[in-house]
């Protein structure tokens, strides 16, 4: 497929198929790329889209940066991002995995999306640090006391605790479909199903796959459910 690299404010990104109005922005999920698009790219452009996706801080060529991949930085990059991709088409669709989706709810609140794909989506930040501090045995009070533990995960500071407290999504206005795993360990099904209850959206559960849906047979799973919404 035919794909062009361009820097949008310095972030390397990718822009995948033919000239045309309307394109899918892809934010991928932790410990993946902008080269991670290519799936979604392919099923587009048979319906007449081009796709742009780009890497986050300290993914893809951004490893080895001095920039923490955090709700800060996230927000900033996609606030340059989204003003690129709406000057230059007229009717953008986002498709967001994991932490790319947080990040894209908080960042593109008001931003006016013809569609929104929303897979394996982390909606509660809070939700999520919780669950590692109960990993970790990590309590309020030391994280709060020694700001920043290292985790085998990732660095649980206390200013993102902090922030995904005080920033829970009160709006997500556009038409949103989303692909969950039954066997999900970042996000409740609780969670998920009260957000898609409150935002209207559709739900799509896929009850034997896990979060990052590269288990056996998910691959058709995703595919079928691109198939359907895209």
């Known amino acids: 497929m035919q794909k062009t690299r361009l820097e949008i404010d310095r ?34 452009a048979q319906r007449g889209y081009q796709t742009i996706s780009f890497d986050l801080p300290g993914h893809g060529e951004r490893i080895g940066e001095d920039m923490r991949c955090d709700v800060w ?50 909606l509660d930040m809070e939700h999520l640090i919780r669950q590692m501090m109960g990993w970790f045995d990590i309590s309020e009070e030391r994280l709060e006391r020694e700001r920043e533990i290292d985790t085998p995960i990732d660095l649980m500071t206390w200013d993102y605790f902090q922030y995904a407290k005080e920033h829970p999504v009160r709006r997500w206005d556009p038409e949103t479909h989303i692909l969950f795993a039954g066997r999900d360990h970042l996000q409740s099904p609780e969670i998920v199903k009260a957000f898609a209850g409150r935002f209207a959206c559709t739900l799509t559960v896929s009850e034997n796959s896990e979060h990052p849906f590269m288990g056996d047979g998910d691959g058709p799973i995703v595919e079928r459910w691109l198939l359907e919404h895209l």
Not at 23 to 44: D, F, P, T
Not at 95 to 108: E, K, P, R
């Open 11 to 44: 972030i390397p990104a990718l822009v995948w198929g033919g000239k045309s109005d309307k394109v899918y922005l892809c934010v991928h999920g932790k410990m993946s790329c902008k080269e991670s698009a290519g799936g979604i790219a392919a099923i587009a």
């Open 73 to 122: 930085n996230g927000v900033r990059d996609l606030t340059a991002i989204g003003n690129y991709v709406f000057s230059n088409w007229k009717e953008v669709s986002l498709y967001a995995c994991s932490l790319g989706a947080y990040f894209s709810l908080n960042a593109w609140q008001d931003r006016s999306f013809r569609k929104c794909l929303f897979q394996s989506p982390i």
